[in-house]
């Protein structure tokens, strides 16, 4: 619920269980008074005015001390606040101070779209907006900062439109999407780190003077580095202490910075990479940056977990499979790679079907040329030599196995081997004059114009009219680089990297509109653009091209820290593993992908016969567990990361009535052939039992006391425990 206290001129922002508070300073500037615990009435003293400045001035609020120090809502460039600032506009004159001044706010219900850009959605009684408007009258900037607080999750979404209101042109040359300011003290920060096939480590350090912080240059989230940070109480931890999570809505260049200063306090901000962006704004003309979410918890890392994870199931993914079991895929790609015609298609479904998968999907190298990474991304016609009967022949077939059929694109990608390339050479992304660099054997096309994102449309629309196609698994698998486009302008250039995810975005919307009930899994060299921006167009990502189960323990329990269990794609693959060579046990590599969407990635008629006959125990596994899996909440329990010995986590149905636990053995160890995991979420007074075993407990002794799990032996061994209420 949002209200305006007009006598002490501050905005009160509460959720469930926290405030925001922002205050009108001096009739101008705009603070953020507070954020935390939830407070029963307004407060100012936190920004602490009546004080010096902290410098050694005769005049006490001289004004660039004031700037300096003053925690802001929404800090600009170049007016003596000499932190990290989040807008810069250069004007005609070529100057780029900003300097913003309150005008007028507005509280609505519901919550507005952002025009182009993927953003949390809400009914009107679900949500509320408050939006303030802040002007520049030097260089005739409006800025809108707006927010929104759901009646159902702990989280505030934020963000900022900019629109030209002088007569002149003017150039955004840094536009962030939030500030969170933290009062002196001590804070870690969390953040997700990784690699391809690395995705997602969770990273916990403490915060020095200075400036750390994440991001992305890359023209999408990447593998490297995420678009989410969190910071914590140093004693936090799962289920304690405050925490602050940021997340940003945007699947292209970012920059999280934390910095603390001076004076012990920490500022936070995150938005659009401020390198290689600017944006021409003509007299009229408005910039909508995109989405930032903040969340506290008082609760430890849960709490925020809790609330991302209900934000983006009720507020931002879209898709009719949401809240349905998805088809068990098995997609051929680490079964074939690029060696596979109809005949060995049609062989793996129909073995797959026999076994109770549900969908087959053909991945890369079914298109043009393609025998290898070298060649005709960009031409999506099905290789008739591979495809006798055509795409819709091979379809046809695998529907009347009773089975599904899903394709693989790579929409963004131009192979230099191309007839598209030999075509339009001027439509891949590239500086005149210069070869620019290859990666992966290919060029990125240019997707800020939109009659290359009309071209590919065309095209991928045609694929998915020829024939019965129920999934599309969306690939990009490569940086961009040598930015240039052939179709702007010198003084636009800077809008390429911010126009092509737009084109990402409006392909893919185009995409869903048209075919309603295709099921769309993102992907990016596995995990490297895995973000929100993606999940309001897709309910599923494919976590990472590793799929070792104990590599995915470290990748799953990072992107569940912020992500459903649901949005995470997860496939049983063959051993040894083709990413590091490790052989663990299929039962183990069973419950691993459990905990994601669930599918398999191997050849059933080349895998021992001792791991296929156990496919129809772990189909059935699904089927049991999928709906507690999808619409559960989540706990993380341990981390191989900590204990170094095993891994658990847990989700509990949202009637508490019903609890599975993944617990992972990585390193068995002596004397050790049980443990005690103390379970959480549980209702304390409903008494659990412990299925294939004899017995049962309270949820309040399961939490206190905790749990045994029994003979684990060996290294890479799993239990699935499921917990009923009696
Ligand atoms: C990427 C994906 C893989 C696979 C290949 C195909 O690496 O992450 O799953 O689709 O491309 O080239």
Redesign the pocket.
């Known amino acids: 619920m949002i209200r305006f206290h007009e006598d002490k001129k501050v905005f009160q922002l509460d959720t469930t269980n926290s405030t925001y508070l922002l205050a009108i300073v001096e009739d101008e500037f705009l603070a953020q008074a507070y954020y935390g615990e939830k407070l029963a009435e307004p407060i100012t003293y936190t920004l602490r005015l009546d004080e010096a400045p902290f410098t050694p001035s005769q005049n006490n609020r001289d004004r660039v001390s004031f700037y300096d120090v003053l925690p802001m809502a929404y800090p600009t460039h170049g007016i003596g606040d000499f932190r990290e600032d989040c807008l810069n506009i250069c004007s005609k004159a070529g100057h780029s101070v900003v300097k913003l001044a309150y005008q007028s706010y507005e509280i609505t219900t519901g919550k507005p779209k952002l025009k182009g850009l993927p953003a949390t959605f809400a009914d009107d009684d679900q949500a509320q907006t408050l939006t303030i408007k802040m002007v520049d009258q030097a260089i005739g900037a409006e800025v809108e900062l707006a927010y929104s607080v759901f009646s159902d999750t702990d989280a505030i979404a934020s963000s900022v439109k900019v629109r030209n209101a002088s007569k002149d042109t003017l150039w955004l040359e840094k536009i962030l999407s939030g500030c969170l300011e933290l009062p002196a003290g001590q804070y870690d920060m969390l953040s997700l780190h990784g690699s391809w096939a690395r995705e997602r480590h969770v990273e916990r350090r403490e915060i020095g003077f200075g400036y750390q912080g994440v991001y992305s240059k890359r023209g999408s989230s990447g593998h490297q580095d995420h678009p989410f940070i969190a910071v914590l109480e140093p004693n936090a931890s799962q289920a304690s202490g405050h925490v602050y999570g940021m997340h940003f809505v945007y699947s292209g260049n970012y920059m999280a910075q934390v910095e603390k200063n001076q004076f012990d306090s920490v500022r936070c901000v995150m938005g659009i990479h401020p390198e290689d962006f600017s944006f021409k704004l003509e007299q009229g003309e408005t910039f909508q940056a995109p989405e930032m979410i903040r969340v506290f918890s008082a609760t430890g890392l849960d709490g925020m977990t809790h609330a991302l994870h209900d934000l983006y199931r009720s507020h931002l993914i879209r898709s009719p499979y949401l809240h349905q079991k998805r088809p068990i895929l098995i997609n051929n790609?680490e079964a074939t790679y690029f060696d596979f015609d109809a005949d060995k298609l049609l062989s793996i479904a129909k073995e797959a079907s026999s076994l109770g998968i549900e969908m087959l999907v053909m991945?890369?190298g079914w298109f043009g040329k393609r025998t290898s990474?070298n060649m005709s991304l960009g031409d999506w016609v099905v290789t008739e030599s591979k495809f006798p009967d055509g795409l819709c022949g091979l379809v046809d077939k695998v529907n009347e196995l009773g089975m599904k059929f899903g394709i693989?694109f790579e929409p963004e990608m131009i192979s230099p081997d191309s007839d598209l390339y030999r075509a339009h050479p001027e439509w891949a992304i590239a500086v005149a004059g210069s070869t620019a660099g290859l990666s992966r054997n290919q060029y990125v096309l240019d997707f800020s114009r939109e009659d290359v994102v009309e071209h590919i449309y065309q095209k991928l629309s045609k694929v998915l009219h020829s024939a019965n196609i129920a999934y599309v698994?969306w690939?990009m698998?490569r940086p961009m680089a040598d930015l240039a486009s052939a179709n702007l302008p010198a003084d636009q250039q800077g809008e390429l990297s911010h126009r092509y995810i737009l084109g990402v975005y409006q392909l893919q919307e185009r995409l869903i509109t048209e075919f309603p009930y295709l099921l769309l899994e993102n992907?990016a060299?596995?995990g490297g653009r895995f973000d929100p921006g993606m999940l309001y167009y897709s309910p599923q990502i494919?976590c990472s091209?590793d799929t070792d189960a104990i590599e995915r323990l470290a990748i799953q329990e990072g992107t569940a820290l912020i992500y459903p269990l649901s949005t995470m794609g997860a496939h049983v693959s063959d051993c040894p593993n083709h990413t590091v060579g490790r052989n663990t046990p299929f039962e183990t590599r069973g419950h691993v992908a459990l905990m994601g969407t669930f599918g398999y990635e191997l050849d059933v008629n080349r895998i021992p016969d001792s791991d296929k006959a156990m496919i129809p125990q772990q189909v059935a596994l699904y089927h049991q567990y999928a709906d507690l899996i999808r619409e559960g909440r989540y706990y993380r329990i341990a981390s191989f990361r900590e204990t170094h010995w095993y891994d658990a986590a847990m989700v509990v149905s949202p009637d508490q009535k019903e609890a599975l636990i993944i617990y992972v053995q990585v390193l068995a160890k002596a004397n050790a052939k049980r443990n005690k995991i103390h379970l959480r979420g549980l209702a304390e007074n409903m008494r659990y039992a412990v299925a294939n075993e004899n017995f049962s407990a309270l949820g309040s002794t399961l939490m206190r006391a905790g749990l045994l799990v029994n003979d684990v032996h060996g290294d890479f061994c799993s239990r699935l425990i499921h917990l009923k209420s009696v």
């Open positions: 790609w991945d890369d990474d693989w698994k690939d698998n992907c060299g596995g494919w091209d």
